[in-house]
């Protein structure tokens, strides 16, 4: 993959930033006329320089201090170095302190100082101007950039500025392509005969001419007509790469600044995020509990609420852990993104960082396990980001993939520290993926106790039913992840199955001497009823334990026909094994057919034909029965 390189510009206002791209480049970048003339172009603050070695790198002209703020928020992730732009007439001015600590903030490390106007002052000016910018920069992210004197005007200093630039980029890393793709949305248009169009900076991955896209908040799905890159139609865009999107099957009107495209479907809006934060040493304010703030995050700007996690407050100069809790609308964003955090009213910016957790819960604020989480998610310790995530999923099972996909994290480092995991006992490997110890503790005691709780009020049934457990234990849980668990506790000897039943491992059923001569009495009325049904209340008139006794003996030796009518099991699956016989030589039944199979009467007869329809032993049709599908192997 080619290394695409962007730089972007900072200063004062009126320092010359724009004047300074157009002597580098040529290129006007603040003309909306330029703009519409080219039609599917991304040239609105951007252009791109051509280095002597043939390596083409993105500018990003920002001026205004609004503006500068949300697109630098915007086009951060692909920035690699910045041009911080110093008037030699004024020197350090107050916005070019603001600008710094903005991309200080925003994690930019990489500046390069370039004096503009150098032509119109004397030397001894400009050697008091760089004493300056070195006194007044000493402890910041530049305070050991090079300075490069140049006049826009007159092209002096253009060719070194040029040949330092080419210097500093040989240096930048390639762009990683492991992600799926992403891109904050910076503007929306639409051109005669192409449609919509989308520009931004790509993120985490690529993005190719056909492909589908999905549009957040909401999901909506929508495919790539054409891609733009630097004035020239590509087939794939690369992350880094300032991009203009052609966009099918979605109108301009359906899309606005701060919406997100991904190659993935699995994006989450959230209400709130895990932050580690920076406070700048001249904030105007502290950042207390509930204070309202404006968040810029992406290419969004949202109205958020502040928890300070661990501390009362963060003050001027120091860092810390938030949570910001949004008040209007949801974000998408992911772990590692950047942000700054601006004073509601007067706009002051006070703080920036990065989130942590793009989709946490809410925390209590001084708990010891939230601080310690918040900590290893900010060093970076793969074992603990790991072990905290699988801990904390509502589903039990992750597979290295969606590890993956949550972390960014390459994949022979995850498998280092799965092992390591596995090694301490942390987490359990499963033919569904991998769950975290405690997590699963968690499952099990919840079971466990549902058991127990069913044991108590039923203690004469043999367990619970497997269909009610898994309905109790968890109505969302897939049934290949629910069997999966049921697996590991019965392999752990927490529960067991019997058939359909399932019981606490310790469990057992104990009859009085007064139960067991109640069943007995029960077991040989039904016995000796055969194929008639017997009246549930009569079987209640016989003992004064029936009642407790024959609800033990549901589903296991006697079935529950109707709320009214019982039969023997044992007698049950006589009808059913006579039934199967005729069929292998009958292709339908009727009722008098079955009667006189059974040498029953039709009352008798009919009961028992309703419930086998409803166990689809048969399936009416009209005034017969044919075979049903829980017969049917044994009919083949």
Not at 8 to 34: C, N, P, Q, S
Not at 173 to 201: C, L, Q, Y
Not at 259 to 268: G, I, N, P, R
Not at 278 to 291: E, N
Request: contains cysteine; glycine residues 6%; proline residues 3%.
């Amino acid at each position: 993959m080619a290394r695409h390189i962007v730089i972007g510009t900072a200063g004062h206002v009126d320092h010359g930033k724009t004047t300074l791209v157009k002597a580098l480049t040529g290129i006007e970048t603040d003309t909306m006329k330029e703009e519409k003339k080219r039609g599917l172009t991304i040239n609105l603050g951007f252009a791109y320089l051509d280095l002597p070695n043939g390596q083409r790198v993105g500018i990003v002209d920002v001026p205004g201090h609004e503006k500068f703020i949300k697109n630098m928020v915007a086009g951060l992730p692909g920035i690699n170095m910045v041009l911080l732009v110093i008037d030699a007439n004024e020197g350090v001015m107050p916005q070019t302190i603001e600008h710094l600590d903005i991309l200080t903030l925003l994690g930019v490390k990489e500046f390069l100082i370039v004096l503009t106007k150098i032509d119109t002052v004397d030397e001894e000016l400009r050697e008091l101007v760089r004493e300056d910018i070195r006194e007044q920069l000493a402890g910041t992210a530049a305070a050991e950039a090079d300075i490069v004197e140049t006049d826009a005007i007159t092209g002096r200093g253009i060719p070194e500025l040029i040949q330092k630039i080419q210097d500093m980029t040989a240096e930048v890393p390639e762009a990683g392509d492991d992600g799926d793709g992403r891109m904050n949305i910076d503007r929306v248009f639409s051109v005669k005969g192409f449609g919509t169009v989308v520009t931004g900076t790509l993120l985490d991955g690529s993005v190719a001419v056909g492909d589908d896209l999905y549009v957040y908040p909401g999901c909506r799905k929508v495919r790539i007509r054409n891609i733009q890159n630097h004035e020239q139609n590509v087939t794939k865009a690369e992350p880094r790469q300032r991009t203009a999107l052609n966009l099918a099957n979605i109108a301009k009107e359906d899309l606005t600044r701060g919406d997100v495209l991904s190659t993935s479907d699995a994006l989450e809006p959230t209400w709130m995020l895990d932050v580690k934060v920076t406070c700048l040493d001249h904030s105007p304010v502290s950042i207390g509990l509930w204070d309202r703030v404006r968040l810029l995050i992406g290419t969004r700007e949202v109205m958020a609420r502040v928890v300070p996690i661990g501390t009362e407050s963060i003050e001027p100069g120091e860092e810390g852990f938030l949570q910001l809790r949004m008040e209007q609308e949801q974000v998408v964003v992911k772990e590692r993104d950047h942000f700054i955090l601006r004073t509601f009213s007067p706009m002051h910016t006070i703080a920036g960082g990065e989130v942590l957790d793009a989709n946490p819960k809410k925390h209590r604020r001084f708990k010891s396990d939230v601080l310690e989480r918040l900590r290893a998610r900010d060093e970076g310790n793969t074992d603990e980001i790991i072990a905290d995530f699988l801990h904390h999923k509502s589903s039990p099972f992750t597979t290295k993939d969606e590890i993956i996909a949550y972390t960014h994290l390459d994949g022979s480092d995850i498998d280092i520290a799965l092992e390591q995991l596995l090694a301490e006992a942390v987490i359990r490997e499963t033919p569904l993926g991998y769950i975290h110890e405690e997590a699963y503790k968690t499952w099990r005691a919840k079971a466990l106790q549902l058991l127990l709780d069913y044991h108590r009020q039923y203690p004469l049934r043999p367990g619970m039913p497997g269909s009610e457990f898994r309905s109790r234990l968890s109505k969302k849980l897939p049934e290949k992840e629910m069997q999966a668990l049921i697996t590991m506790m019965i392999s752990d000897q927490c529960c067991r199955t019997e058939g359909q039943i399932v019981a606490a491992s310790r469990f057992k059923v104990s009859f009085t001497d007064a139960q067991k001569k109640a069943r007995q009495k029960l077991e040989k009325a039904l016995d000796v009823s055969g194929y008639t049904p017997m009246k549930i209340d009569e079987l209640l008139a016989m003992d004064k334990q029936a009642g407790t006794v024959l609800d033990a003996m549901k589903d296991t030796t006697v079935l529950f026909l109707t709320a009214e009518y019982v039969i023997s099991k044992v007698w049950y699956d006589k009808a059913v094994a006579a039934l199967i016989g005729y069929f292998k030589d009958h292709e339908t039944i009727e009722l008098s057919d079955f009667r006189d199979l059974l040498q029953s009467n039709r009352k008798a007869s009919l009961l028992l034909l309703d419930y086998m329809d409803v166990q689809h032993v048969t399936k009416r049709l009209d005034n017969h029965r044919v075979p049903g599908e829980a017969i049917k192997g044994a009919l083949s």
